[in-house]
């Protein structure tokens, strides 16, 4: 996936999975833009603080393989 500078995030997923998410996510009164804004600064605060301990390496791949089982 490319990385440009414009600030948009586009992910291809199937449109089952989309209507589903979306679906969820309104029943819960929130959008998939703040949804995702909330779980991606989640994600970088966790990130920072394993670094501190060197973990950062380890718990990336980690995360890498557990998505794509």
Do not use: C
């Amino acid at each position: 996936m490319s990385v440009g500078g414009s600030g948009r995030i586009v992910i291809e997923m199937a449109p089952d999975m989309k209507r589903e998410l979306h679906a969820a996510l309104s029943r819960d009164g929130q959008t998939l833009k703040s949804w995702f804004i909330v779980r991606a600064e989640e994600y970088i605060r966790n990130n920072r603080q394993l670094s501190i301990f060197g973990d950062q390496q380890e718990n990336s791949s980690d995360q890498t393989n557990s998505s794509k089982g």
